[in-house]
């Protein structure tokens, strides 16, 4: 490859750069248009069915189900997989850029060695989720929730043992990469092996901690349903005030990760860190697909006339196993995505030798209190589309559902998928546009009061 483009290392990396901006753009708007998508879908629907017309969760009846449930799929499985995909690639080439200058051509092959190893153990720890326990329907209620929890909290743990596994089996062949690349007696190696280590634990610390506080087994879920013996109002405020509390952990968990990671090998080892926390992704990725899985299939169930009303249960539980797995892939994709940008900031800070930045600058603090504002405008905007989008499919299903009453007319569940799909492109381009060129803004800023100065 450096022959080919007769460049240096450096700026072979460099270029390659420009492939985890694509991996940035594409899972920028494959997480906002499918979750545009899903939502609308899902706001559409319920709005609809089950409270202006009574209808059951996924009713046939309803020409925004189908929609519905191909929304789990594109927000909750594509969004997700762009944006961890994004992530995966923007640490390697991080890693690799960082690395290039300090340990050469060791410093490039160690993250793709390490990812490598990390889906060959992701693949292995796939197979490792399984249970022997089955739900006996006997007894009173109380004894059939019992078992059915029994059931849910052993597939819970058959998924973490797979995820522990992996990393595990990881750690292991972490010193296979370490003794193919640098050599298991260079000074650096048990530096880079404890740096791997970190971002593994700082992972699994950060999945664990979203699975606490989502779990519908544990206090702070728990906490939320007590509230509602005085009303809605009251579950509003808890779960707020839980969801918040929430973030502090796995923050604490990056902050750690990041400093530990500094003190050993430097700025990359951040990137390796990164590398590592999503070298088990293959696994990760699979658990956050289960809540859409186990919710298209309760949609199937309910659809389906010869599916008994035990199966229907059977997926909602399964469902509600399913949100807590995907918290815990969104906590695992935000975690790993932090690690990465600082990665890639540190990056481009090694290659315009960039080594300190002046917080009181002129341009610098604006830009910090507009990145600041950055993430309302995008949620504002973001929840804006999906309200807009939800409206056209609540027109559409009142429509079809009164020419089905007054007419007789079938049911178009079609018109509904092509709705969410043309309002869900159209609605993401403002949030898409403010994301990209805000930095092309700030740096006319940057360039403009630098000629005003002058």
Excluded at 120 to 146: H, W
Excluded at 219 to 232: C, L, Q, R
Excluded at 366 to 379: C, E, M, R, S
């Amino acid at each position: 490859m450096y022959t080919q483009f007769n460049q240096g290392r450096r700026e072979i990396w460099e270029t390659i750069s420009a492939f985890a901006f694509g991996g940035s753009a594409i899972a920028l708007f494959a997480r906002v248009g499918g979750g545009i998508y899903t939502k609308a879908a899902d706001v559409g629907a319920d709005l609809v069915g089950k409270v202006e017309e009574d209808l059951p969760e996924d009713s046939p009846d309803n020409p925004a189900t189908i929609a519905d449930n191909v929304g789990d799929n594109v927000g909750d499985v594509a969004g997700m997989g762009a944006d961890l995909f994004e992530s995966y690639a923007g640490s390697i080439i991080a890693a690799g850029t960082l690395g290039v200058e300090r340990f050469g051509n060791a410093g490039i092959a160690f993250p793709l060695w390490l990812a490598g190893f990390g889906a060959i153990a992701s693949i292995i720890g796939t197979f490792l989720v399984r249970t022997t326990k089955t739900f006996k329907k006997t007894g009173d209620k109380a004894e059939q929730i019992k078992n059915a929890t029994s059931v849910l909290n052993s597939l819970l743990w058959s998924i973490r043992f797979a995820i522990l596994f992996s990393s595990v089996l990881v750690l292991g062949l972490t010193w296979i990469a370490l003794g193919l690349t640098f050599g298991t007696d260079h000074k650096e190696s048990w530096r880079l092996f404890l740096t791997v280590l970190i971002g593994l634990l700082t992972g699994n610390a950060i999945g664990f901690a979203t699975e606490y506080a989502t779990s519908y087994t544990e206090p702070p879920t728990v906490s939320i349903a007590d509230k509602s013996y005085t009303g809605p109002a009251t579950v509003i405020i808890q779960g707020l005030g839980v969801g918040m509390l929430s973030t502090v952990p796995p923050v604490l968990c990056i902050v750690i990760a990041i400093l530990a990671a500094h003190a050993l090998v430097g700025v990359y080892g951040i990137a390796v860190a990164a590398v590592a926390m999503l070298s088990t992704l293959g696994v990760t990725l699979a658990t956050d697909a289960f809540g859409p899985v186990a919710d298209n299939a309760g949609g199937i169930a309910e659809m389906s006339e010869e599916v008994d009303e035990r199966t229907r249960e059977t997926t909602d539980s399964l469902d509600a196993l399913g949100n807590t797995t995907a918290a815990t892939g969104k906590g695992f994709a935000i975690g790993s995505a932090v690690l990465t940008a600082l990665a890639l900031l540190n990056a481009f800070a090694d290659a315009v030798n960039l080594s300190t930045v002046n917080i009181l600058d002129e341009v610098v603090l604006p830009g910090i209190i507009l990145g600041a504002a950055l993430p309302f405008v995008f949620a504002a905007l973001t929840m804006l589309s999906v309200g807009n989008a939800a409206e056209s499919i609540m027109y559409e299903c009142r429509l079809q559902l009164n020419q089905k009453f007054f007419d007789g007319k079938e049911l178009d569940s079609q018109k509904c998928v092509d709705i969410c799909t043309t309002e869900s492109i159209k609605e993401m381009v403002a949030p898409g546009v403010l994301a990209i060129f805000m930095p092309v803004v700030v740096g006319l800023m940057r360039a403009n009061i630098s000629v005003l100065n002058t």
